[in-house]
């Protein structure tokens, strides 16, 4: 079992960052790939960021490439979103996401485990 905890969410002026952290329980952080998912109201929940558990391969959806960063901190069990020039469509509730094994899983399907979530809201 591992539980999730997402935090670093806020309200942000459009182009400005915020750096989003997910912190996992267990001694094991480093045998599972982690994801981050968003959801804005009424659309469903999608694809962001993924990273391996070695933390040497990671994926993006195209509308975050050049903007965001995944990155992890295996001794800290911690995952992180860093987030730039930030725009008003990127408003959501993004929620961190485990999945057991080497495979860097770009679907909900594809993971076990799920955080609460934590909002983030960009201004135009």
């Known amino acids: 079992q591992v539980q999730l905890v997402e935090s670093g969410g806020g309200l942000v002026q459009a182009g400005g960052s915020l750096r989003l952290s997910c912190g996992a329980s267990?001694?094991?952080?480093?045998?599972?790939?982690m994801g981050w998912f968003r959801q804005a109201p009424e659309k469903e929940r999608e694809f962001v960021a993924a990273?391996?558990?070695?933390?040497?391969?990671?994926r993006y959806t195209d509308s975050v490439k050049g903007r965001f960063t995944i990155s992890r901190d295996n001794a800290k069990n911690t995952v992180y979103l860093q987030m730039n020039s930030l725009k008003h469509e990127d408003t959501a509730v993004y929620y961190c996401?485990?999945?057991?094994?080497?495979?860097?899983?770009?679907?909900?399907?594809?993971?076990?485990?799920w955080g609460q979530g934590t909002q983030v809201t960009v201004s135009s």
């Open positions: 990273i391996s558990g070695s933390g040497r391969s990671t």
């Open positions: 267990g001694r094991t952080f480093s045998s599972y790939a």
């Open positions: 996401a485990a999945s057991y094994g080497p495979i860097v899983a770009l679907t909900k399907s594809g993971y076990d485990y």
